[in-house]
């Protein structure tokens, strides 16, 4: 059965009433020649040049270049201004605020011609108050290879009540939670890499009894109150028990088939002292990071790469140099699949404002991008320069100054994509394991693994606006409820559980679920 995870849209900042509704140095970059756009490099149009406003994050990065003019700014002003007669002006927006202050710009109808933000419910908002373009016949006229690039699956994710109204980026880069394991410690011990539950038991079992790192406060399963890094993996899911798609995709959590029996799992766990005794009160993860850090953890779930992040592998293998931690695939469901979440095949959220003058040269430098060989300079430079390549695959060289990318892969300047672009999927993985250096075999093996059996969440394209009432109400509640239901005595878990999911419910869980299920079918009409 295809099913899909319901996602919660995030609560969004109200829009300032009064929407707008209608409303440098050009210096060559350090470009080889044959990295041109030969299709876009055609005569430059009369007259004075035009400006494209493009935004960009300002993420705020030591020693980071002028945002408006580095070697990167440089290319595309000479690759894709000259020829176009426009000069491309770049928006900064730090990104720590960016919803609110596309906000303010689109109130006073000053956002950038070419906006963007990885938050579809934004977009959403926009659209339903007629704030940005409708882009199907502009792409149908001057976005040919960038529809050709991104294919009908991925422009979905930009359709509004069935309209195109926004561009999302390509995401290459799948892989979200994955697992990990001390395999030194499973040597040690004779345990074979544990495949289902039963087995990852008894192995935290032997970690905790015989304590093969022989550290003080050994901690068989590395827990943290963070959500994400140092939770609970895709255990949930080797759980859930069959729902209808609507089922699925509508209701939370709390009321999956299976979803009670995972959360006593970790209580049991928890009371049989194989997971970190004060995870609750770690909601930073500094105490799992130096616990992992200091050899004492067996086991943790967390981002696909995080084991192999220099903050974690570096300190660990200073303290502890035979420590190695390798990914593995251990929650299992009744249908033998490894079930996990990851991300959805679309990025970041481009669209442009109603506000905008230029929608056509907004198009055609979406669809100058779409181009490989343009892509390819933005992610990596000048070979010697930027980039060495070893075997075939592009490595990038620390940089300072102009030459410093402030985002990985570039990806604040490359709009069409999120992730390394090699044009092959192989090539793709193995340029992002690359980046592990020493680490490259486990983290291609890692990124496999945690692809697999994989999930997307369900795309909503209308906000749901109990969500953006309560949604933050909820999200502190799941949190809270986690906590209580691992941490409590086994005797009170069924009673608790069921209390618990009750107040959720009546706190406005009820009211989410309801308006999903009014979506969901309002989203399902459209496509007879």
């Given at each position: 059965m295809n099913k899909k995870m319901l996602v919660l849209l995030p609560v969004l900042t109200l829009l300032a009433s009064g929407l707008a509704g209608c409303g440098g140095d050009n210096n060559n970059g350090n470009a080889p020649a044959e990295t041109s756009n030969a299709s876009a490099e055609t005569k430059a149009p009369s007259g004075s040049p035009v400006?494209?406003?493009?935004?960009?994050?300002?993420?705020?990065?030591?020693?980071?270049?002028?945002?408006?003019?580095?070697?990167?700014?440089?290319?595309?002003?000479?690759?894709?201004?000259?020829?176009?007669?426009?000069?491309?002006?770049?928006?900064?927006?730090?990104?720590?605020?960016?919803?609110?202050?596309?906000?303010?710009?689109?109130?006073?109808?000053?956002?950038?011609?070419?906006?963007?933000?990885?938050?579809?419910?934004?977009v959403s908002r926009y659209a339903k108050i007629n704030g940005i373009m409708l882009l199907e016949d502009l792409l149908e006229k001057y976005g040919q290879d960038l529809k050709k690039y991104l294919g009908d699956t991925v422009l979905t994710y930009g359709q509004f009540s069935g309209k195109q109204m926004a561009i999302p980026a390509k995401r290459t880069s799948l892989a979200w939670i994955g697992s990990f394991i001390r395999k030194d410690w499973l040597d040690k011990l004779g345990l074979p890499v544990p495949t289902n539950r039963d087995e990852l038991y008894t192995t935290l079992v032997a970690f905790r009894d015989q304590n093969p790192g022989g550290v003080d406060g050994v901690i068989p399963?590395?827990?943290?109150?963070t959500g994400m890094n140092y939770g609970t993996g895709n255990l949930a899911e080797s759980y859930w028990?069959?729902?209808?798609?609507?089922?699925?995709?509508?209701?939370?959590?709390?009321?999956?088939?299976?979803?009670?029996?995972?959360?006593?799992?970790?209580?049991?766990?928890?009371?049989?002292?194989?997971?970190?005794?004060?995870?609750?009160l770690d909601k930073t993860a500094k105490q799992a990071d130096a616990d992992v850090t200091n050899g004492k953890v067996g086991f943790f779930s967390a981002n696909w790469d995080y084991a192999f992040r220099q903050n974690i592998s570096e300190p660990l293998k200073a303290n502890v140099p035979d420590a190695n931690f390798v990914p593995v695939d251990t929650f299992k469901n009744d249908e033998g699949k490894y079930k996990k979440m990851i991300y959805n095949e679309n990025g970041i959220n481009v669209f442009i404002p109603k506000s905008s003058k230029n929608a056509e040269l907004a198009i055609k430098y979406l669809n100058w991008m779409a181009n490989p060989d343009v892509l390819f300079f933005l992610q990596y430079g000048e070979?010697?320069?930027?980039?060495?390549?070893?075997?075939?695959?592009?490595?990038?060289i620390a940089q300072t100054g102009d030459n410093m990318q402030t985002s990985p892969q570039n990806l604040d300047y490359t709009?069409?994509?999120?992730?390394?672009?090699?044009?092959?999927?192989?090539?793709?993985?193995?340029?992002?394991?690359?980046?592990?250096?020493?680490?490259?075999?486990?983290?291609?093996?890692?990124?496999k693994i945690n692809t697999t059996d994989g999930y997307t969440g369900f795309f909503y394209d209308t906000p749901n606006e109990a969500n953006i009432k309560f949604g933050k109400t909820l999200g502190d509640m799941n949190k809270q409820m986690t906590d209580k239901l691992i941490v409590c005595k086994p005797s009170e878990f069924d009673g608790m559980y069921d209390k618990l999911v009750k107040e959720y419910m009546d706190a406005g869980g009820k009211a989410v679920m309801e308006e999903n299920m009014k979506i969901y079918e309002a989203m399902q009409a459209n496509k007879k």
């Open positions: 400006t494209l406003t493009v935004e960009v994050f300002d993420r705020g990065i030591q020693g980071q270049p002028d945002l408006n003019n580095n070697t990167w700014t440089r290319y595309i002003n000479e690759h894709f201004g000259k020829p176009n007669n426009a000069v491309v002006k770049f928006v900064p927006v730090p990104r720590s605020q960016e919803i609110d202050k596309l906000n303010v710009m689109m109130a006073a109808g000053e956002a950038p011609d070419i906006s963007f933000t990885y938050d579809s419910a934004t399963w590395g827990l943290a109150a028990g069959e729902q209808s798609d609507e089922d699925f995709v509508t209701s939370p959590n709390w009321l999956k088939p299976g979803n009670k029996e995972s959360l006593k799992f970790l209580n049991k766990l928890y009371n049989e002292k194989l997971i970190s005794p004060d995870f609750a070979e010697g320069v930027n980039h060495q390549m070893v075997n075939g695959i592009p490595q990038m709009l069409v994509v999120n992730g390394v672009e090699l044009g092959d999927q192989e090539k793709n993985i193995k340029a992002l394991s690359a980046s592990y250096s020493g680490l490259e075999t486990t983290a291609e093996q890692s990124y």
